[in-house]
């Protein structure tokens, strides 16, 4: 009875969701659209009914995140097809001592990189290789899903595809990514090529190589991607008490996610579960920062930049192939775009691991944004607000650790914490305490 099918932005064309296909013929973006007159046979009750008793059910497909709201991701994938590493449902960290320190009402982190592969792109890609898997069933000839990565996205391919027993293939910036994001596709068997270019670079070369439908791609521009990502809105609005904050800051690259957040709260509003608007923020490193350059000039187009390098590897991206979606997004939810300098985002990360989170660079772009408009006062105090944390600090080990050893080029670390070597003495150790916790 639930029904979804690819549909062009203009609305025009549409493709069966069983087709290979990622561009409409005028080569804009996709999007999958669902019959949200369909979602209307059950009531806004029996909706949040049926999602809350699959919280607490053990069924595999139950216990994804992504796959608990089922019908409004790929409603015709017959369950069996379903390739999940139990993605999703991540940690909604109350950041109470942060708020207070800027001194907003309540400020919460969604932690999307407490996942399989350690980021959000999990949630997409658990529906692209679910559909693939699907697709490879009914006799499609698809020998490798292929993508260009930052490095997550690599990662959740590779993790995924593996799980599911098919080949993949990834596109790396050769010297650009972390250590842990390039062990993670070796590690699960993927043909890993580091290429001597930048992640645009990548793009390029990769889509080449999937005019052969035999490749098929995984990058954003494929829109089953965004059908997982957004639900973070959802699970952000279930675990809120069916409520939004005020504010979602995210930040942005290729900029799929955002214009997922704002997909997942449109469809909140169709299914009638709240009816609240909030105002997305997109913060960006700002030595890649097309869509800053863009929202300041009224969006009058994109215009593609060389990305300088950045600690927020994972967003060093200078021509976002998901502009469209995403400025659509910041005009429908009253949006800002913010940028931030090396220098903030090192400190905004490790000033929030101080009240206990353990944040990668690009969460620290987000908090950075967060700290400078509750500055400039365009977030007040009276606002609730949650940050998207996009990977998991565990996978930057070299920025973290440069930054306390203050070894990271250019920056002077405010929230530095150095180790004390000291002599194998009980005394010499007593006396140092002392002088510490005086
Ligand atoms: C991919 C990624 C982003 C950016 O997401 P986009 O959809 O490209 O805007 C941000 N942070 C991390 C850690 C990522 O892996």
Known sequence: MFYAQFKSISGKETYPLSQIVYK??????????????????????????????????????????????????????????????QEGWTPLFNAQKLAKEINIKSLHVKLCGNSHTGSFKDLGMTVLVSQVNHLIKNGIPIKAVACASTGDTSAALSAYCAKAGIPSIVFLPAGKISVAQL???????????????????????????????????????NSLRIEGQKTISYELCQELGWDLPDVIIIPGGNLGNVSALAKGIDDLSALGLTDKKPRIVVAQAQNANPFYQAYKRDFDKLRPVQAQKTLASAI????????????????????IVEQVS????????????????????????????????????????????????????????????????????GISPKYANAIHHLPADAGTVISKLKLILQ
């Open 24 to 85: 409409d013929s005028a080569g804009s973006l996709l999007g999958v659209s669902h019959d949200c007159s369909a979602w209307k046979s059950r009531s806004p009750e029996e909706w949040k009914n049926l999602f809350g008793n699959r919280r607490s059910s053990f069924a595999p497909a139950d216990l994804s995140g992504v796959w608990s709201k089922r019908e409004l991701v790929l409603p015709e994938l017959p369950v069996e097809d379903i390739v999940t590493l």
């Open 183 to 221: 062990v993670q596709p070796i590690s699960n068997g993927s043909i890993v090529l580091a290429l001597d270019t930048d992640f645009d670079g990548c793009m390029k070369i990769v889509q080449e190589v999937a005019a052969d439908k035999s490749i098929y791609l995984a990058n954003s521009m």
């Open 316 to 335: 060093q991206i200078g021509n976002p192939v998901s502009y469209p979606k995403a400025q659509q997004a910041i005009k429908d939810y009253n949006g």
């Open 342 to 409: 090396e220098q903030e985002l090192s400190d905004a990360a490790h000033r929030a691991d101080k009240t206990g989170l353990y944040c990668c660079p690009h969460t620290g772009v987000a908090l950075g944004a967060l700290f400078k408009l509750r500055e400039k006062d365009i977030i007040s105090s009276d606002e609730s607000v949650v940050v998207i944390s996009t990977a998991n600090g565990l996978k930057f080990s070299e920025f973290k650790a440069a930054y306390h050893e203050q070894k990271l080029d």
